[in-house]
């Protein structure tokens, strides 16, 4: 469906602010002067040598030789697109004061970063991997980013194995092999060490790795997170992307293919689409539980390697998201936008999932680095649109002039003195959640269920979904050279589906062993793992 290219909104042209384009003017240096000639280096006689003194020849070999930042540590291969996002009505307003979510008269700007997890800046599109999917919504109210995954769970319980998670699934770090997300030795080694990955895994070894498009994928916020209404009450949510041209895969074969015959093929695909007015469009899912009925499921609503069925809990679509305008610079835009899980508008408000706890520490961390410095959020494709006033000063690379004879709060000299904001009139006040508790390092042992849902992700796959999962895990472990380790993912697996353990096995040449009892490697090294039996809430 071909459709207007979008006019613009206040973010666009509040990006516009920072566009230059240099068609039919003077070439200059970075201080203006007017250059005569690009391309001879100053020399002592036409055969040089060439002069220290060549300002313009050295502004230019080192602006080059500093172009490159670091990539992302995780999901640096990526591709993004501007759109926005309108609510369809009012109906969550019992539910949640975020404006963005209720107000239907509303269009909110939005960008969107599509993304693998393993891969290098420049790897390729289809590799079998999760997909990223991270929304930073510019509202009124300040940024929202809901920044998801194409997968409703993730593969570990707690932010603190996120580093050995990571440094499993990269390359090996003697030789940098392989490049492809999950077929070696280090990334199943943690697997099959670690059961709570199980649920994670069968998605990843289903036809969902491997999606046909980006404008083809479901997203998930994951984690339980709480909406927050007027009066100050909360109830649980999930979030989802539901996209309208349905959620399709490739097979693996046509992946191989396509990987080698178009690394880009997502991110071409993407850029057509917008750039041919058949904008890609989801609809904003919720699933929302009463606190009340926090203990009623069969898990923990806090453990994001779980899902709440839809069967239990149905997905509302309340909204709906339309990608309309491709990035005019991709490092400017998509490279330089900076996600994070704590950017949040007042009526949204995190629980105790350990895994999103960690999360809120990592991306500003990683920013402040990748990013160069505290100010990354001045960047024009991070900047919100609404203004901003505290009393954070300097820092390198500063763009704002705070004018202003003081930088402190409280404060009864300067006029220019921020002051805080009411909750009646949009302040932020955290959700005050009761916490009575002793500090332990530990984990619930409401967590501990680590195969239900695995096998009911199994069992909702029709037979060709079935047998493209055996075929996924005898491709993928066969790429593995330590039998140890192939035999403990088999093992397992039979935890989930015997008979999909018995097809694996059977693909790989080896036999269904009973998993080593206690199956975790996992607890401190104090810890009985006898006692970690899983218990309902
Ligand atoms: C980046 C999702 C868990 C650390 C990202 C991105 C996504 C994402 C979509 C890419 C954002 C972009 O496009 O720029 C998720 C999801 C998680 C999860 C859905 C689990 C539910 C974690 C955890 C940590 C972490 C547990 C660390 C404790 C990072 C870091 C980046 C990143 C450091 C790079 C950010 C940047 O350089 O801007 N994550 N992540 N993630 N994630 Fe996560």
Known sequence: KKQEPQKGNSKTDDL??????????????????????????????????????????????????????????VHARGSGAHGVFKVYDDSLKKYTKAAFLTDPSRETPLFTRFSTVAGFRGSADVPRDVRGFAVKFYTEEGNYDLVGNNMPVFFIQDAIKFPDLIHAVKPEPHNEIPQAASAHNTFWDFVSLSPETMHNIMWLMSDRAIPRSLRMMEGFGIHTFRLINEEGKSHFVKFHWKPLLGTHSVVWDEALKINGQDPDFHRRDLFEAIESGAFPE??????????????????????????????????????KMTLNRNPQNFFAETEQIAFHPGHLVPGIDFTNDPLLQGRLFSYTDTQLSRLGGPNFHEIPINRPITPIHNNQRDGIARMEINTGKTSYHPNSISQGDPRQAKVSEGGFASYQERVDANKVRARSKSFMDFFSQPKLFYNSLSEPEQSHVVEAFCFELGKVDMPEIRQRVVNLLSKVDGALAKKVADGLGLAVKKPEEPINHQFGADANPQDYQPVKV
């Open 282 to 319: 989801w609809e904003l899912g919720v699933q929302i539980v009463p606190e009340e009925d926090e203990h009623n499921f069969d898990f923990d609503l806090l453990d994001p390697t779980k899902l709440i069925p839809e069967e239990i809990v149905p997905v509302q679509k309340v909204g």
């Open 16 to 73: 516009n602010q920072n566009t230059e384009n240099g068609r039919g003017h003077a070439m200059t240096t970075n201080q203006g002067l007017k250059i005569n000639d690009d391309t001879n280096s100053l020399k002592a006689g036409e055969r040089g040598a060439t002069l220290l003194e060549d300002f313009i020849l050295r502004e230019k070999i080192t602006h080059f030789d500093h172009e490159r930042i670091p990539e992302r540590i």
